[in-house]
């Protein structure tokens, strides 16, 4: 493995407290598949992240003043019961004569008042469990100072020197036994002398003066009854809730479990002392309670003195299962010697003009990393399964209306489709809140999913100004997932036990929310295009929303799919074919654009950061588009204007899945250009040292393109529908050769390596089901059968 030769000035590392400054250079191997960096945190959004899915750890990885943030990915601080919509579908008809008469603002209003909420109401919000603060009794002048993160084992890794020899912190999440093991290791026997106390977070100061209040305003208010404690070989954390309600959470209970190899350990209060120890294993686990009286501690305890205590058993048995999903896929775009590079000299060296393909890579295998390690039971909210403060950017929730989606948007391409079974199993958790919300507000059956939601699924992202009550294609997106999970997978079990009937109630809602306009075409109302304005007006609430359109016509055409294929809702079909009869087309511009809104009454606002009117296009194309070219023109133009509009310097508008939705348009159009435009911001605007992803420019810890990004390069180079596979659908020309390897496809195949140069494209595939298939590269299209199980390669002649 090469070496990279790191220099740097130890004593100017960015929040690493007790450093003396010395002059160092050191070899360090980079990992094969993950990164190196030569700067600690200063913050806990510039942390090295480890997860099983369950538990998260953020690592400062600061070499004298350690601390680890510990997360659980159920910690949803209680805010007290949730609040249920009242049942005021009886006023609907008023909300809708308002739209009628263009006084939008007024509707936006009626719906909040009828609401009873005093404002805009978060679901529970996602909190830290507690800090690890460890003390380290070295010389305070170091060198050699070096982090890292393997994405193969989910292994983070801080290493220093001083005029002792070397040490280090090595730390995972396990997968295996479900607990974080950490690894701390000298120069020799007797070389490591430390403390370490388990207490509640502490937020960071550079997070700002206001943060660290609110954060403080917030604990004082929710957590309560906080206990720690230091016994001869562990440390204890505990604390209450003080807004529990029946069903949250009610107390946190956490334990390290610390082991000296040739040391002593002692407990002074709260603390507790290694001595003269060869190396530190200390073992950490977090239980949640539902019933207070009832406490964890001991069984936790109990497991952790059960596993072996040997950190490197631990990790082989958690890389096993955690490599399992991480290898599955590669890109190589030739990053060459670079991928020896620190994440800091990657990011400076990346330039609009020229990206830097190392970094390209490893930002791809990062944000696969993320996701996987972020998926347990339930799926990534806004910060994955990692969070520093108690005031979390919107509450670190599911944000259902554009950053769950494209948090998930790679993992069944990307060849992991059993995560996206945390993502349906707690959609369909959270079913009986969205048949409430589409009775009491809309007076239908089915259901209706909010535009955020954590541990209830009420519709309370309402306000005067925000017309989140309105938006009614939620459901029907949840359901594009259901069924693009049997699409990858083949599973008809899933089929028939899950994906139908949620898509059933999905559909539902629309039988009975929809009515006819004079035109005979369908009136969507009220409605919200997520988040946006037309610019003549002063309210989010609408009318014909072009993506609940959109979503509606996915989710009808995918229930006469289905329902055909298992011979079932015979009596329905012919009722679902008549409503896509009568659904409004999609309405192009004076200018030649497609409109976020299908009516000439109200008026585009392309500033906006969200790209819903490019729905149909996420996650391909459907037929109406595609064999409309004036349609297909109009989403082309669309996508320029909003991609003009971020590169002209209009940037304030843009966050970063914004930037995901039109590239995976572009995609879906085969237009390379225009995806390749997407992707250069996305690289270079959007990721910090530690490979962590951000909402906005190099700032707000955030998952959403950790699964976008993957998702618009995979969709550059393989397009799959059942049946036909299109190779380099959207292949920039900067990328001349490349591979990729693993990628899955709608259809039960994999694409075990794809492999393009100057003149020839080779590509392998394997079929589950024997299968005839139309392969589609380079302007050729070619019928192939492909046997079950057996891999098979073709080469195509560019």
């Known amino acids: 493995m090469k070496k990279h030769l790191i220099s740097l000035i130890t004593g100017i590392l960015g929040g690493a407290p007790g450093m003396a400054p010395a002059q160092t250079t050191t070899a360090f191997p980079a990992p094969e598949r993950g990164f190196i960096s030569s700067t600690p945190a200063e913050t806990w959004e510039q942390g090295l992240i480890s997860g099983n899915g369950t538990i998260g750890a953020n690592v400062m990885s600061r070499p004298l003043r350690e601390t680890v943030i510990f997360t659980h990915e159920r910690l949803f601080l209680p805010q007290g019961p949730p609040h249920m919509p009242p049942d005021n579908a009886a006023r609907l008809f008023e909300i809708r004569q308002l739209i009628d008469r263009g006084l939008y603002k007024q509707a936006t209003n009626l719906q909040f008042d009828l609401s009873g909420q005093a404002g805009f109401m978060y679901p529970d919000p996602f909190v830290p469990a507690f800090d690890l603060n460890i003390g380290m009794?070295?010389?305070q002048t170091i060198k050699d100072y070096v982090r890292s993160v393997d994405f193969q084992t989910g292994e983070t890794t801080v290493h220093w020197a001083d005029s002792r020899g070397v040490y280090e912190r090595r730390l995972f999440v396990s997968r295996a036994d479900g607990v974080a093991v950490m690894l701390i290791t000298g120069p020799g026997q007797g070389s490591v002398n430390c403390t370490l106390a388990l207490s509640p977070r502490q937020v960071d100061e550079k997070l700002g003066a206001r943060t660290l209040k609110q954060s403080e305003e917030v604990f004082k208010e929710h957590v309560a009854k906080v206990q720690t404690r230091a016994e001869k070989s562990c440390l204890t954390y505990k604390n209450t809730f003080a807004k529990a309600y029946p069903g949250s959470i009610h107390a946190l209970e956490g334990i390290a479990w610390v082991l000296a190899k040739g040391g002593t350990t002692q407990a002074e209060g709260e603390t507790l002392v290694v001595a003269g120890a060869e190396q530190v294993l200390v073992l950490v686990d977090i239980?949640?309670?539902?019933?207070?009286?009832?406490?964890?501690?001991?069984?936790?305890?109990?497991?952790?003195?059960?596993?072996?205590?040997?950190?490197?058993?631990?990790l082989k048995r958690h890389a096993a299962i955690h490599g399992a999903l991480f290898k599955r896929v590669r890109l190589d775009l030739g990053g060459g010697n670079d991928r020896q590079l620190t994440t800091e000299e990657l990011l400076a060296k990346s330039t609009n003009e020229q990206l830097n393909h190392a970094l390209i890579e490893k930002e791809f295998d990062a944000g696969r990393y993320n996701i996987i390690s972020a998926t347990g039971q339930l799926p990534p909210n806004l910060q994955g399964v990692w969070g520093g403060t108690y005031v979390p950017g919107w509450a670190s929730d599911y944000t259902h209306n554009g950053n769950v989606p494209s948090a998930i948007a790679s993992m069944l391409m990307g060849n992991t489709p059993e995560l996206m079974l945390a993502y349906t199993s707690y959609i369909e958790s959270i079913v009986p809140w969205l048949e409430i919300n589409a009775k009491h507000m809309f007076g239908a059956r089915g259901v209706v999913l909010p535009s955020r939601s954590t541990t209830n699924g009420f519709n309370n992202a309402l306000a005067d100004d925000f017309a989140g009550g309105f938006w009614v294609g939620g459901a029907a997106w949840a359901a594009h997932f259901f069924y693009d999970y049997y699409l990858y997978t083949g599973d008809r079990k899933f089929l028939t036990e899950h994906a139908l009937p949620f898509m059933q109630k999905a559909g539902l809602f629309f039988e009975d929310y929809l009515y006819e306009g004079p035109d005979g075409k369908y009136v969507f109302s009220p409605t919200q295009s997520p988040e946006n304005t037309p610019k003549n007006t002063n309210s989010q609430g609408t009318f014909n929303a072009t993506m609940d359109v959109a979503a509606a016509k996915e989710l009808f055409h995918n229930l006469i799919k289905a329902s055909e294929l298992l011979g079932t809702n015979r009596d329905k079909i012919p009722l679902w074919q008549t409503m896509l009869s009568k659904m409004p087309d999609y309405l192009i511009s004076e200018e030649g654009f497609v409109k976020e809104w299908i009516t000439p009454k109200l008026t585009d606002d392309l500033n906006h950061r969200h790209s819903s009117q490019l729905y149909a296009l996420y996650d391909g194309i459907p037929d109406e588009i595609a064999q409309n070219p004036k349609l297909k023109a109009a989403f082309t133009r669309m996508i320029e204007l909003k991609l003009q509009r971020h590169w002209s310097g209009n940037t304030s508008g843009f966050m970063s899945f914004g930037l995901v939705q039109l590239g995976q348009a572009s995609t879906s159009l085969g237009e390379a250009g225009l995806a390749y435009q997407a992707l250069v911001p996305l690289v270079n605007r959007y990721w910090l040292n530690n490979l962590a992803s951000m909402h906005n420019h190099k700032s707000l810890f955030n998952m959403d393109i950790s699964g976008g990004l993957p998702a618009v390069i995979i969709k550059m180079l393989v397009a799959s529908e059942p049946g036909r596979l299109k190779l380099l659908p959207a292949l920039p020309a900067v990328w001349p050769a490349g591979e990729i390897n693993g990628v899955r496809c709608r259809g039960q195949i994999e694409v075990t390596r794809l492999k393009w140069e100057k003149n020839l494209i080779?590509?392998?595939?394997?079929?589950?089901?024997e299968q005839t298939l139309t392969l589609e590269a380079a302007g050729t299209s070619q019928t192939i059968t492909l046997p079950a199980g057996k891999e098979i390669t073709v080469e195509i002649t560019k």
């Open 287 to 314: 239980r949640l309670l539902y019933d207070p009286a009832q406490s964890q501690l001991e069984i936790s305890k109990q497991h952790l003195v059960g596993l072996e205590p040997d950190y490197q058993t631990l």
């Open 762 to 769: 080779q590509v392998s595939l394997i079929s589950g089901p």
């Open 137 to 139: 009794n070295t010389e």
